[in-house]
């Protein structure tokens, strides 16, 4: 695009006369009246994206994937991109000596995308229709309005200004909101040498993959070392093989047929959390989320936490506010202009790290609880640097955004389940690095002498091992089991590794029986001390996964709920949309590639396994 002219702003367009004024007018306004109008209108397109939301939510399904500052961020993100689009029309009608085009070309893309804005957010109407629609509505609000009159420029100026003055009250409001929210949070003071807690969630990172756990690729050289100082549980399970339930029961001890949570249901307050618990003990509490799909306070997951950054105030975020950005970021072609196919907003493991350690320095007076949730090994696959080809294998292009296979592909070529597998392989080793950098840092300050840290990961992920792809759609090791490690010196053992099967869920009541003190609220499950210190201890470990649309017909989960039971090396995996059962063997098949569910000497524990099972949906079945 050619520089502005300096003089841009002095353009005026001659026009019919307004009769009701009896003189001249510029119909089309200087480039101070059409700035105006892209500025006013992109705050109302932005207020209307933000209604359409909301409709959605009441009447379509109650989460819509956006951050609370929305109501503010969407009408300016919605703004920044508007006042381009005018410029580029001031710039264009001048270079083609039509400035009077200006004001209606303004105009009519201005209300074309904002009405397009608004009926994008609900996806079950056509794009295409969408689109058709839009134009219409842009091509009658024209014409109708395609001469303002001098008094119809000053309104739009002034409307610009009012408006615009209202955006930056409502947002001075919101964050002032959320400082008020984290001056309240803190109830008692803390007993005296109560330890810090913190909990670092490594979304999708499947214990299969990690030389932790003896995988051949050496993916996790810095948990493998740091493991080595606490206990490392072998055999640690998910609650459900995706986010929310399994994060939900990480906060509340509840497996996750116990928790209100579903693909369109957030987490309810029935159950006490273990943020609210160690806010009421006197601990700051600090979440710090990078999934802002399934780890956001829409979900329910910033239930407790004085301090909790899901949407953060950053520009790739701001702009991920709007619908237009959003429907901006999808398009393919604008991708490999840029060179950028990561998700809009994604917030890295340095980002988190940063955020938490800037929160943690803010008060040293009281100790804290921080929750980290990471995001880097997730889809899509986009590590920094040599880390994105650490693993690639020779010839073999990496399948960065593998699922998008998922339907159209349902027998993925050798290459790009192995190129899938290199690029999440290298994520996990760049994710591990920056663990390793961080609890260095801790370290070195002194801080981890006095901080209870749990290493652990919501679920796995499917690289085509089972004709899946993705988590969230069976219960197969691949998606359940996961890394799970305590660090906590000189309260927990170091060297120790437990082969007994353990539930991610036991992390609330281990955290309270780690503590000095005993707050007045418990959590169930059994603390995961008895399994260290007695590796004999033996419980029953329940997985679930509730029935899902819109998949792939041979997936298991679009058949029927999903439920699961781990018994010492057995795990039983049970239909309940068909009554089929699968039963494997961990200890001689860990990739679970064998059913013994028919096998007569397997037959006993099926029966039992499967009488276990019937608690987990009751009366759930279809």
């Given at each position: 695009?050619?520089?502005?002219?300096?003089?841009?702003?002095?353009?005026?367009?001659?026009?019919?006369?307004?009769?009701?004024?009896?003189?001249?007018?510029?119909?089309?306004?200087?480039?101070?009246?059409?700035?105006?109008?892209?500025?006013?209108?992109?705050?109302?397109?932005?207020?209307?994206?933000?209604?359409?939301?909301?409709?959605?939510?009441?009447?379509?399904?109650?989460?819509?994937?956006?951050?609370?500052?929305?109501?503010?961020?969407?009408?300016?993100?919605?703004?920044?991109?508007?006042?381009?689009?005018?410029?580029?029309?001031?710039?264009?009608?001048?270079?083609?000596?039509?400035?009077?085009?200006?004001?209606?070309?303004?105009?009519?893309?201005?209300?074309?995308?904002?009405?397009?804005?608004?009926?994008?957010?609900?996806?079950?109407?056509?794009?295409?229709?969408?689109?058709?629609?839009?134009?219409?509505?842009?091509?009658?609000?024209?014409?109708?309005?395609?001469?303002?009159?001098?008094?119809?420029?000053?309104?739009?100026?002034?409307?610009?200004?009012?408006?615009?003055?209202?955006?930056?009250?409502?947002?001075?409001?919101?964050?002032?909101?959320?400082?008020?929210?984290?001056?309240?949070?803190?109830?008692?003071?803390?007993?005296?040498?109560?330890?810090?807690?913190?909990?670092?969630?490594?979304?999708?990172?499947?214990?299969?993959?990690?030389?932790?756990?003896?995988?051949?690729?050496?993916?996790?050289?810095?948990?493998?070392?740091?493991?080595?100082?606490?206990?490392?549980?072998?055999?640690?399970?998910?609650?459900?093989?995706?986010?929310?339930?399994?994060?939900?029961?990480?906060?509340?001890?509840?497996?996750?047929?116990?928790?209100?949570?579903?693909?369109?249901?957030?987490?309810?307050?029935?159950?006490?959390?273990?943020?609210?618990?160690?806010?009421?003990?006197?601990?700051?509490?600090?979440?710090?989320?990078?999934?802002?799909?399934?780890?956001?306070?829409?979900?329910?997951?910033?239930?407790?936490?004085?301090?909790?950054?899901?949407?953060?105030?950053?520009?790739?975020?701001?702009?991920?506010?709007?619908?237009?950005?959003?429907?901006?970021?999808?398009?393919?072609?604008?991708?490999?202009?840029?060179?950028?196919?990561?998700?809009?907003?994604?917030?890295?493991?340095?980002?988190?790290?940063?955020?938490?350690?800037?929160?943690?320095?803010?008060?040293?007076?009281?100790?804290?609880?921080?929750?980290?949730?990471?995001?880097?090994?997730?889809?899509?696959?986009?590590?920094?640097?040599?880390?994105?080809?650490?693993?690639?294998?020779?010839?073999?292009?990496?399948?960065?955004?593998?699922?998008?296979?998922?339907?159209?592909?349902?027998?993925?070529?050798?290459?790009?389940?192995?190129?899938?597998?290199?690029?999440?392989?290298?994520?996990?080793?760049?994710?591990?690095?920056?663990?390793?950098?961080?609890?260095?840092?801790?370290?070195?300050?002194?801080?981890?002498?006095?901080?209870?840290?749990?290493?652990?990961?919501?679920?796995?992920?499917?690289?085509?091992?089972?004709?899946?792809?993705?988590?969230?759609?069976?219960?197969?090791?691949?998606?359940?089991?996961?890394?799970?490690?305590?660090?906590?010196?000189?309260?927990?053992?170091?060297?120790?590794?437990?082969?007994?099967?353990?539930?991610?869920?036991?992390?609330?009541?281990?955290?309270?029986?780690?503590?000095?003190?005993?707050?007045?609220?418990?959590?169930?499950?059994?603390?995961?001390?008895?399994?260290?210190?007695?590796?004999?201890?033996?419980?029953?470990?329940?997985?679930?996964?509730?029935?899902?649309?819109?998949?792939?017909?041979?997936?298991?989960?679009s058949v029927g709920n999903l439920g699961g039971v781990v018994a010492g090396t057995a795990q039983y995996i049970r239909n309940f949309?068909?009554?089929?059962?699968?039963?494997?063997?961990?200890?001689?098949?860990?990739?679970?590639?064998?059913?013994?569910?028919?096998?007569?000497?397997?037959?006993?524990?099926?029966?039992?396994?499967?009488?276990?099972?019937?608690?987990?949906?009751?009366?759930?079945?279809?």
């Open positions: 695009m050619p520089p502005a002219d300096p003089s841009i702003d002095h353009i005026a367009f001659s026009t019919p006369s307004d009769g009701a004024r009896g003189g001249p007018v510029r119909g089309g306004g200087d480039a101070i009246d059409v700035l105006s109008l892209s500025v006013a209108g992109g705050i109302v397109a932005g207020v209307l994206d933000v209604l359409s939301l909301e409709a959605r939510r009441l009447w379509v399904e109650p989460i819509v994937f956006i951050g609370h500052h929305t109501p503010w961020t969407a009408p300016l993100a919605t703004v920044a991109l508007f006042v381009p689009v005018a410029i580029g029309i001031l710039v264009l009608s001048r270079l083609i000596r039509q400035p009077q085009l200006a004001w209606a070309a303004t105009l009519w893309s201005c209300t074309f995308l904002g009405t397009f804005g608004a009926l994008y957010t609900f996806p079950q109407i056509q794009r295409l229709a969408a689109l058709i629609l839009s134009a219409g509505i842009a091509t009658v609000v024209t014409r109708r309005w395609s001469h303002p009159g001098n008094a119809g420029r000053r309104g739009i100026r002034r409307a610009a200004l009012a408006t615009s003055g209202l955006l930056v009250i409502a947002g001075a409001l919101f964050v002032w909101r959320d400082v008020r929210r984290e001056q309240r949070s803190v109830g008692d003071t803390a007993p005296e040498g109560a330890p810090n807690v913190l909990l670092l969630v490594l979304d999708t990172v499947r214990a299969i993959s990690m030389s932790l756990y003896g995988y051949e690729r050496e993916t996790t050289p810095q948990l493998a070392a740091w493991g080595k100082r606490g206990v490392v549980f072998e055999q640690a399970y998910s609650t459900a093989p995706w986010t929310l339930p399994s994060h939900a029961s990480m906060m509340t001890g509840r497996w996750m047929h116990e928790l209100s949570t579903d693909w369109m249901v957030p987490l309810d307050a029935r159950d006490a959390t273990l943020a609210e618990v160690l806010s009421r003990a006197g601990y700051r509490t600090g979440g710090f989320v990078a999934n802002t799909d399934y780890t956001s306070a829409e979900v329910g997951l910033d239930r407790g936490f004085g301090h909790f950054e899901d949407y953060t105030l950053n520009a790739s975020q701001l702009l991920r506010s709007s619908s237009l950005w959003r429907a901006l970021a999808r398009i393919e072609v604008l991708r490999r202009v840029i060179g950028n196919h990561d998700n809009l907003g994604r917030r890295t493991a340095p980002d988190i790290t940063h955020a938490f350690r800037a929160w943690a320095a803010r008060d040293t007076t009281r100790p804290y609880f921080a929750f980290l949730n990471y995001y880097d090994a997730h889809r899509p696959y986009f590590p920094p640097g040599a880390w994105a080809a650490k693993f690639q294998t020779p010839g073999t292009p990496l399948n960065t955004r593998y699922r998008k296979e998922n339907g159209q592909v349902p027998n993925p070529t050798p290459a790009q389940v192995q190129g899938a597998i290199d690029a999440y392989d290298g994520a996990i080793a760049y994710l591990d690095d920056q663990l390793g950098a961080l609890l260095r840092e801790l370290e070195s300050s002194g801080e981890l002498r006095r901080t209870i840290v749990v290493i652990t990961a919501d679920h796995g992920e499917e690289f085509f091992e089972h004709r899946l792809w993705d988590h969230g759609n069976s219960l197969y090791a691949p998606s359940v089991h996961v890394p799970l490690i305590v660090l906590a010196p000189g309260r927990v053992p170091e060297g120790v590794r437990v082969p007994s099967p353990v539930s991610a869920r036991s992390i609330p009541a281990t955290i309270m029986d780690l503590l000095p003190f005993r707050p007045a609220t418990t959590f169930p499950g059994r603390s995961l001390q008895a399994v260290w210190r007695d590796s004999t201890v033996q419980d029953s470990i329940f997985l679930g996964v509730r029935e899902v649309q819109r998949q792939p017909e041979r997936y298991p989960v949309g068909n009554d089929a059962e699968e039963l494997y063997d961990g200890a001689r098949d860990p990739w679970q590639h064998e059913d013994l569910s028919r096998r007569s000497e397997w037959a006993e524990a099926r029966l039992r396994l499967r009488a276990l099972s019937d608690s987990i949906f009751p009366a759930r079945r279809r």
